[in-house]
Structures are given as structure tokens and as C-alpha cells.
């Protein structure tokens, strides 16, 4: 049993589910917080289930990413909000190379960082997959190449009309959720990663009335304290080559020790969100709900799916990263996609068949599908559209 | 209507699109409601009398709609285009395009332009009184550090979210560049931002089921008010269920507001004191859109998947 004597960071958030049960200390420590909200981060111990007061979201008090290996591991909060806009009087009114929100966040303390990010994909997974992160609010984001729900029906519809079968427009997405639950998961391994070796230009074969370029590649370069085999300076020259395309800004080929924190401080400031493409694949938690597969990732379709320049850089990743998965999740997962959004109870009638070959194959798979939940509107009218 | 009561349930709007609902509004002059869909189609209804009173047809999904006057509205379609919708006669032209699907339109009564957002990453304004044609009613474009995901609008001001987590705020009287450029303070994709009615700040909104409540006064003692709240969560067995939070809509004289996300409910807070007032029962599938009435008597809630629209008192 848990000796308590470290305090709960959930509790001083204020969102600390456990309560009594909770195996770390509940205590009201002082720390030079900014508590904008100022509540009573004791009276909000629990449940932020209840109604009233809704737990507060205090994003994160931890530290800042470190711009550079400074090693001092300092947990204290450093309130590094800037204002950029210093009149004290002057509301906001035209300040024209204005970071309002800048905080500058220095990830003075690495470990923290990295324990904010597993916390975060740990417990508070959205069901959204195909979303930017960043594990500090108000700095740029660490994971780039958002997808909102309407482009990606969108492209489902434009596909349907162009003639694409369901079953390529499934698995075109499946393999863009892959790719960014890949990319997650490196992520949560390696947050340190420079954009080296960065994004792949990836090109999904979105149709082309959207202009979206998604970089989800995984991108394991960089990674003294990883594990990742090294083949990856293999990779990572590759992905330099496949990166002129970008502006990469300091895409570093750092595939040495010293370098990822500059790199990555580099990124995290330049406003460019492809130059900030640390690849990261982090993610072993989620993706074991929907892969059942062991947390390093590299699920085979990968290299199937995306046939164009950057297959050179995925096979590459599959070198370095083993292809666990076996042919059979991934349409599998393809199911799941579909499964994915149906509200739970709803059915289709269409689509009824497809939901028994998915419990199926989930089955064989061994997934748990009463955790999927709606989603993804495109692809069910998809289903309607071209049952017609 | 305040708290404690549990909500009356609502109604639901005879004639909804075929398709899913990408968003509703309500008109600031009557109770007519403007729903915009995937299956091509802007339609008018009257809230009250729970009648449709005109369809019109797009060449696209429309991604967005919003009302001019009690005669006149302007849609924003996935075919790239954005129209201005005469709803007595039942014309519709075309007031301009982008380079790629317009995600989202406004009105803006203070400086009578239409301002139209896209996964172009552009935001471009149009003078609706313009004959037809690009070049006559394009007002200005704006490049935008990414794709626009959504738009809101109080008096002069403009927020802007976009994709990768980027927030813009424009003056409309100055639109060369952003009075403010900011990240969001939300750590995942922007869904929805929406700007206060007394025009002091926006609440913004993302996937992971947080809504941030901001401000634009960058001073200390504004910024110290900010904060973010979780929602829309379902706890199992030590980890949430975390839905996105698809919509915010603000009341127009009360100052609170609801929010519907993916879960199916659609909860109201008290930004304030900030508490939840109440939570409406569920419905059937995720909530796409929300929109109080000019008096605040009326929430229409899109629920969108199976395409059913429901409002109440």
C-alpha cells in the first residue's frame, strides 16, 4: 500500500477522483499557483461529476518544457505567464506583435512535463482522435494536424460521390486515426523530440476541395533517453530528406543526445504549426483500447495504406517499431472506425450486418466495444448514402 | 427561467433535414430558425408555429448559416461558396467563394458585413448589398494562421478559432490584422468558441470536453477571471468518457449559458458563479448545435445522426 507521503496533484487541481481512497496525500499545499480561480481547491476534492461546482479544469500547474537540459528539477510552479502587452492601463486594444497569451513556457522540469502528458493520455483521452494536443495550455501545440469532424465528412461525402467504395473511404480513415494514435504514443514516449526527421507531407488521400495537411507521421527520431532502436538515424536522415518540403525551422537532425530540448524550445516557439511537428506517437494506454496491441505501435497497415513518397519513411518507422499488428485488426479496426460512431443502442438497419461482422471480428480481436461511442457522423450517412 | 426546476421537455420541429444538422439559428427579429444541413438544404422554419416555411437547395453541404434580416439570410456551403438566401422569394445567389469549404458565416450588424470563414485558411468579408460577384462584394481577406473552425461575433469584435489551436481577435473597424493572437488555453482541438453577449469576453470550447471562459481585457485583474471548466464527461472506473463539446450558446438576457456536446445533453451553466444549472435529459445522439431565441424563451438543440431537432421553453 502506497506509503501516502507524496501529495495528490490531482486533489490540488481540485479534481482528484479518488477521495478517501486516494493513495496520495490530500493536502493544501501553498505552492505559488496561479490560482486564477481562486476556489477552494479543498472544498473540490472530488467527483467532478457532481453538477455543482464543476471541477475546475486548472489546466496544469506543472512545470514548463524544458528549452534546454537544465536538469534542475524544481517543482515549483514558475507563474510564467507574460504580457507581452505591458500598459498596465491599456485594455486590449491594437498591440500589433501581441502574445497576449505567450506564457513561455520553459519545461524547466522534463520529468513533470512528461508526467503531465501521461496523466493526460492516461485519463483524459478525448474521443476525438484526430486532434492537435499540447500538454501546456496557451503554447503551441506539440501535436499538430487537427481534423475536425466536418472535414473529415466532408471528404467522406466528396469520396462517396467520386465513386470510392466504403471500404477505401474506411480505411483511408482508420489509417489517418492510426497514424495520429501512432503519433500520440510517440509522443507520449518521447516528448522531447525536435521536429527532426519531421512531418511527412502526408497525403491522404483527401479530396481536393480540402486543403488539409496532415503530418501524423511517427516520427521516432531523436531520442537519447528512448528506447527506440537505432535504426532510427536511418529514419531520421530519411525524414530530413522527406522534410524540405516544410518549413521546418530548426528541424534539427538532432539524432544526437544533446539536442532535442532546443530543438523542441525552437518549435515550441515558432508560430508555424508544421515546424512544430514533434512527432510524437505517444499513447500506449489508449491504443490498447483500440488495438489490443502491445504499446509499441506500429501497426502494419501503415505501410499498406499511405502509397506515395513517404512510404520510404514508413517503412523506415516499421523497421524501427516492428510490425505487432497482424492484418486482422486492422480491418478489424476498420469496424471499430465504423463502430465508432454509432450512439450506443442505435442501429441502422443497413447497417446491421456491418455491426454483427463487427462484434465479430471484435470479438476475435478481443476488444471491448461497449467503450466506443458516437462519433464520426460522415461515415454512418456515408453508410445511407451508398445504400441508395 | 432559472434553476432548480427540472426543464420541461422540448419539442420537436416537424420536417427536420434528412441529414445531419450542421447548425441552427434563431433570428434576432422573430422566432424563425434557420437550419443548416448536409443534405444540401438551408431551411427556414417558425419555431412557434413549428412550420416550415422554405427550403432552399445548395450544391453542397451547408456548413452554416446565419439570418440578415427577417427576409434575408446567407449560408455557408462545403461547394465553396457562400449565398445570401431570400427567403420570400426563394432566390438564392451566390455572394462569393473561397478556395475550399466555408465553415462558418456571420453577420455583422455593426459593420453590415457578411464575414465568412474557411478551411482555406481565410476569413473574408462581404458587403451584402453588392450586386453579385466576387469582385463587387468582397470586402477584404484575411489570411488566418490556419483553417477556420469557428467564428464569433459581439459588437466590434471578431474572435476567430482555428484549426492547431489558434485564436484571433479583430477589431471589425481594423481588420489588416488581429487586435490579439492567441493559443487557446484548452490543450486539445478548438470545437466552438462563442463571445459573451456583453461583449467582455468568449468561452471556447474543444474536444476534450473542457469549455475556457476568457477575456479579452488583457489586464491582470481581467486575465486573473479566466478560467476552464470540465464537462461532458462520463466517469468509468477511474477514467472518463471525454465527449467533445460540439456547441456553446449564450442567453441573451440572462448571460448564461448551455453547452451540448457529443454526449447527447446539453447543460447550462452560470459562467458567473460557475455552477451548473441544470442539464436537459438526454438526447438521442450528439448534440451538433444550439441557439437561443432573440428573448431567450426558446433553445433549439440539433441533435444531430438521427436528424431530429428539438427546442424548448
Known sequence: ?388 | MTSAQPPAPGRELSNPPTDGISNLRFSNHSDHLLVSSWDKTVRLYDASADSLRGEFMHGGPVLDCCFHDDSSGFSASADNTVRRIVFSHGKEDILGRHDAPVRCIEYSYAAGQVITGSWDKTLKCWDPRGASGQERTLVGTYPQPERVYSLSLVGNRLVVATAGRQVNVYDLRNMSQPEQRRESSLKYQTRCVRCYPNGTGYALSSVEGRVAMEFFDLSEASQAKKYAFKCHRKSEAGRDIVYPVNAIAFHPVYGTFATGGCDGFVNVWDGNNKKRLYQYSKYPTSIAALSFSRDGRLLAVASSYTFEEGEKP
Open chain 1, 1 to 388: 500500500m502506497h506509503n501516502k507521503k507524496e501529495a495528490c496533484r490531482n486533489f490540488q487541481r481540485g479534481s482528484c477522483q479518488y477521495g478517501e481512497r486516494c493513495k496520495f496525500l490530500h493536502v493544501i499545499q501553498q505552492q505559488p499557483k496561479s490560482n486564477a480561480f481562486g476556489f477552494g481547491t479543498q472544498a473540490i476534492s472530488h467527483q467532478q461529476q457532481k453538477p455543482n461546482p464543476f471541477g475546475f479544469g486548472v489546466q496544469n500547474n506543472a512545470q514548463s518544457k524544458g528549452a534546454n537540459d537544465f536538469g534542475n528539477k524544481q517543482s515549483q510552479f514558475k507563474n510564467t505567464w507574460t504580457r507581452s502587452s505591458a500598459s498596465s492601463g491599456a485594455p486590449s486594444l491594437r498591440q500589433p506583435d501581441n502574445q497576449p497569451q505567450a506564457t513561455n513556457h520553459r519545461c524547466n522540469d522534463p520529468e513533470s512535463c512528461k508526467r503531465i502528458i501521461a496523466e493526460d493520455f492516461e485519463h483524459e483521452r478525448p474521443l476525438w482522435k484526430l486532434t492537435c494536443y499540447s500538454h501546456w495550455k496557451n503554447s503551441p501545440c506539440d501535436i499538430v494536424g487537427d481534423v475536425s469532424y466536418e472535414e473529415l465528412r466532408a471528404a467522406a461525402y466528396d469520396d462517396a460521390k467520386r465513386g470510392l467504395s466504403l471500404q477505401s473511404i474506411i480505411e483511408r480513415e482508420r489509417n489517418l486515426l492510426n497514424s495520429k494514435l501512432v503519433e500520440f504514443e510517440n509522443f507520449l514516449r518521447n516528448p522531447y523530440r525536435g521536429p527532426a526527421g519531421s512531418a511527412a507531407a502526408q497525403q491522404i488521400p483527401f479530396p481536393g476541395a480540402t486543403t488539409i495537411v496532415l503530418s501524423p507521421t511517427t516520427q521516432n527520431t531523436v531520442a537519447p533517453q528512448s528506447n527506440v532502436p537505432p535504426s532510427v538515424s536511418s529514419f531520421s536522415q530519411l525524414g530530413a530528406s522527406l522534410n524540405t518540403g516544410f518549413s521546418p525551422g530548426p528541424s534539427v537532425q538532432s539524432n544526437n543526445a544533446s539536442g532535442q530540448p532546443t530543438s523542441f524550445s525552437n518549435s515550441a516557439q515558432s508560430s508555424n504549426v508544421f515546424s512544430a511537428n514533434n512527432v510524437p506517437s505517444a499513447n500506449a494506454s489508449v491504443s490498447t483500447q483500440n488495438f489490443s496491441s502491445s504499446s509499441i505501435q506500429s501497426p502494419a497497415f501503415l505501410n499498406v495504406s499511405l502509397s506515395n513518397s513517404e512510404a520510404v519513411g514508413r517503412e523506415a518507422t516499421n523497421v524501427q517499431l516492428g510490425n505487432n499488428l497482424p492484418t486482422t485488426v486492422a480491418s478489424g479496426d476498420s469496424n471499430i472506425w465504423l463502430k465508432e460512431k454509432w450512439t450506443p443502442g442505435e442501429t441502422f438497419p443497413l447497417s446491421r450486418f456491418l455491426k454483427k461482422l463487427l462484434q465479430m471480428l471484435m470479438f476475435s480481436c478481443g476488444i471491448h466495444v461497449r467503450r466506443i461511442t458516437c462519433y464520426l457522423n460522415g461515415l454512418i450517412i456515408l453508410l445511407k448514402i451508398l445504400s441508395f
